[in-house]
């Protein structure tokens, strides 16, 4: 394996969770589109991910449990961690020094983390 080409998270309510990834991180709808799924791009399409629909039940399951995706950021961690507080964002703790460079972690409705990092 050499590298991850997309990832796609499930989620319990997919227009709860579309507002969440645009209104308050600021993700990008992408073009394609699916029924079943909102496909996203961030920082000018260079990271793209989706929300789905279950893939079978997930009454009772914990989602989100344990997953992290990781976003580069452009600026400043302190201004985006002052825009998500702005926007009411549940983050995950105040930004952390990390050895790839600071970052600050959103939990999004289902209890995924979303990082975003500021490169050393």
């Known amino acids: 394996m050499r590298k991850l080409d997309f990832a796609s998270l499930q ?3 997919l227009e709860v969770s ?3 990834y645009t209104n308050k991180l600021g993700f990008e709808l992408s073009e394609a589109t699916n029924p079943a799924a909102c496909i996203f791009s961030y920082n ?3 990271a793209s991910f989706a ?3 279950p893939i079978g039940d997930l009454d009772g399951k914990e ?3 344990g997953v992290s995706l990781w976003f580069a950021i452009d600026g400043t961690i302190e201004d985006l961690q002052a825009a ?3 926007k009411n964002v549940d983050l995950a703790g ?3 020094v990390t050895p790839f460079g600071k970052a600050v972690t959103a939990k999004d409705p289902d209890g995924y983390n979303i990082t975003f990092l500021q490169a050393n």
Do not use: C, H, M, T
């Open 63 to 65: 989602l989100g449990a």
């Open 51 to 53: 929300i789905r629909k």
């Open 44 to 46: 000018k399409g260079e």
């Open 18 to 20: 579309k507002n969440f």
């Open 94 to 96: 105040p930004i952390q």
């Open 84 to 86: 998500l507080l702005e």
């Open 11 to 13: 989620v319990r309510d």
